[in-house]
């Protein structure tokens, strides 16, 4: 078998990145049960039609199918066809997929329906540094049946900040916007298209303000006057309700664009009410998928600005809704790949050792290896994560066995039984009924850059 080649965009880290990240997911699965959210995972696949409706995203999902399909006589059978309404795509995010589930079982669900979700997604993008074609999201939505009250959208990102506030990484900043003040904007100056402007204006960081101006004029039909008010718009940003008075000082007035500015005032203050300096209005944040309604957020790390979000979503009023049926709902979501992707990378997150074993049992004979068992047995009965040698070799090659490994304790049975700290060269008597190591060396230790 020829040496395999690694498939760019679907991250496969190493043991000691896998423990962080695990320890990272924890961190964030505690803390949305902690706000009472409940947990949920949906499938992979969903319907084509569906996904292809969601914004911007056609050429990103993956198309599922067999490699023969029915009634083919051999490999490469019939590719699947968008129109085909049995066509399935890998979901790109979980949003949509939670609002199929939530109308899918709407009767046994109790509203306001709070869940998290951390999954698995899959888009085809070019892969680069922290961007990845497969690739973990945390989520978490609170859906309502017919209307949702507007103080959710000020408690996502308190949950965030909870979250990601107790990881060692850098600080994140986020920001917000609502659609409301996009459109209502867009729609108060006479652009007829605000869809096609808040497209154009998400690409802003990527493209700049020259071509989103161009594209403005392109694909929304604006003139270079409104697309100089939409760009005015655009570079508003403060942390505190102030942005308000430069948007009306912009001189263009709608009833959407006023009922967006207090919406998006109370998002602020409220966060700044419990976590000052943690949020900013920015208005140049749209969001490319077309089912956001209300605020919007995206979340940037600080000193990884260059990146781009880490964490983002919004409102959304008819993602979930059939018929006379509506559910509301607002939700965010961590990309913790693409986190954690952009951290590695900088060597910004460290664990104290590769492997969870605290303590490795010496065997002094195969004949002494279900003695050593039972010791083992014995610790980790009591929490300590423990490994029996390999082998009954000499003393001085169990012992190097540890260090090779990180393994902090090598415990040797005996009369009576002892255990070394091969860092210190420290040796005790200890009994395994009772030994306890110190609290930094039970589990392995997550550290940021210094």
């Not at 292809?52 to 490699?67: A, C, D, H, I, P």
């Not at 959710?152 to 308190?158: N, R, S, T, V």
């Not at 540890?402 to 060269?425: H, L, Q």
Request: hydrophobic content about 40%; aromatic content about 8%.
């Amino acid at each position: 078998m020829t040496r395999p080649t690694p498939i760019s965009g679907f991250p496969e880290w190493m043991p000691p990145q896998r423990m962080i990240e695990q320890y990272v997911l924890d961190r964030i699965r505690n803390t949305f049960e902690l706000y009472g959210f409940a947990p949920l995972e949906t499938r992979a696949v969903e319907p084509l039609d569906q996904l292809l409706r969601k914004g911007e995203t056609s050429k990103e999902v993956y198309v599922l199918r067999r490699l023969q399909e029915a009634g083919e006589g051999g490999p490469g059978g019939a590719a699947a066809d968008s129109a085909d309404s049995d066509a399935l795509g890998l979901h790109f995010d979980l949003t949509v997929p939670f609002a199929r589930f939530v109308l899918e079982n709407a009767g046994k669900l109790q509203f306001p329906f709070r869940r998290y979700q951390i999954q698995k997604v899959w888009r085809g993008e070019r892969p680069q540094e922290g961007r990845y074609r497969e690739f973990t999201q945390a989520d978490i939505d609170v859906v309502d049946r017919d209307t949702l009250p507007f103080h959710y959208e000020a408690e996502m990102p308190l949950v965030v900040a909870d979250a990601l506030g107790g990881l060692p990484i850098p600080p994140i900043r986020i920001q917000v916007n609502n659609r409301k003040v996009c459109e209502g904007f867009y729609r108060g100056v006479g652009i007829s298209d605000p869809e096609a402007a808040l497209r154009a204006v998400d690409k802003l960081d990527k493209i700049g303000p020259d071509r989103v101006a161009q594209l403005l004029m392109e694909t929304a039909g604006a003139t270079e006057a409104q697309a100089k008010a939409v760009l005015a718009l655009a570079e508003i940003s403060a942390g505190d309700a102030s942005f308000a008075d430069a948007v009306r000082a912009l001189g263009v007035e709608n009833p959407l664009l006023d009922e967006g500015l207090d919406e998006l005032v109370r998002v602020v203050e409220t966060a700044n009410e419990h976590a000052p300096g943690l949020l900013v209005a920015d208005l140049k944040i749209a969001r490319g998928l077309d089912y956001y309604t209300g605020t919007v957020y995206e979340t940037q790390m600080r000193g990884y600005e260059r990146f781009g979000s880490i964490c983002s979503g919004g409102r959304y009023d008819n993602l979930a809704s059939t018929g006379a049926e509506r559910y509301p709902g607002v939700g965010i979501s961590i990309g913790v790949t693409r986190m954690l992707g952009l951290l590695f990378g900088a060597n910004a997150l460290t664990i104290s050792r590769p492997v969870p074993t605290c303590v490795l049992v010496a065997v002094p004979t195969e004949a002494d290896r279900l003695a050593c068992d039972r010791i083992a047995r014995a610790l980790r009965q009591r929490g300590i994560a423990t490994e029996v040698a390999p082998a009954a070799v000499k003393y001085g090659k169990q012992i190097r066995y540890a260090e090779r490994r990180g393994i902090p304790y090598v415990w040797f049975p005996g009369e009576p039984d002892t255990v070394k700290d091969i860092r210190s060269g420290e040796q005790m008597e200890a009994e395994a009924s009772t030994w306890q190591p110190p609290a930094e060396d039970l589990r392995p230790v997550v550290k940021g850059a210094s």
